[in-house]
Nanobody, 121 residues
Framework: QVRLVESGGGLGQPGGSLSLSCAAS????????VGWYRQAPGYQRELVAL???????NYANSVKDRFTISRATAGNTWDLQMNNLKPEDTAVYYC???????????????WGQGTQVTISS
């Protein structure tokens, strides 16, 4: 069983920085891609950043040049570095991964439980 656990986030100030981490555990054969989504109250969940196994990244226009998604050097952990934060970045951030758990199984979508990021002065 695959599990995604987010850490980090919390309260930040406009112009400041925060980082999020997503740790994947369980039965994992191949991680095809990992991403961060966010959902603000009254809004649909939206893609923030995505990285593939080849290291190809994709960012929402609203976070380009401010956020960076990367794979940590150790283990199945991925980070989202968020710089120059804005109040509109306030949302619950969810880790997402497209993972093949075992041989003979198709890849599936997995989600973390979400972590709150609040940007306020």
């Amino acid at each position: 069983q695959v599990r995604l656990v987010e850490s980090g986030g919390g309260l930040g100030q406009p112009g400041g920085s925060l980082s999020l981490s997503c740790a994947a555990s369980g039965s994992i054969l191949t991680v095809h891609s990992v991403g961060w989504y966010r959902q603000a109250p009254g809004y649909q969940r939206e893609l923030v950043a995505l990285i593939t196994t080849l290291g190809v990244t994709n960012y929402a226009n609203s976070v380009k040049d401010r956020f960076t998604i990367s794979r940590a050097t150790a283990g199945n952990t991925w980070d989202l570095q968020m710089n120059n934060l804005k109040p509109e970045d306030t949302a619950v951030y969810y880790c997402y991964a497209f993972i093949r758990p075992e041989w003979g199984q198709s890849p599936s979508d997995y989600w973390g439980q979400g972590t709150q990021v609040t940007i306020s002065s």
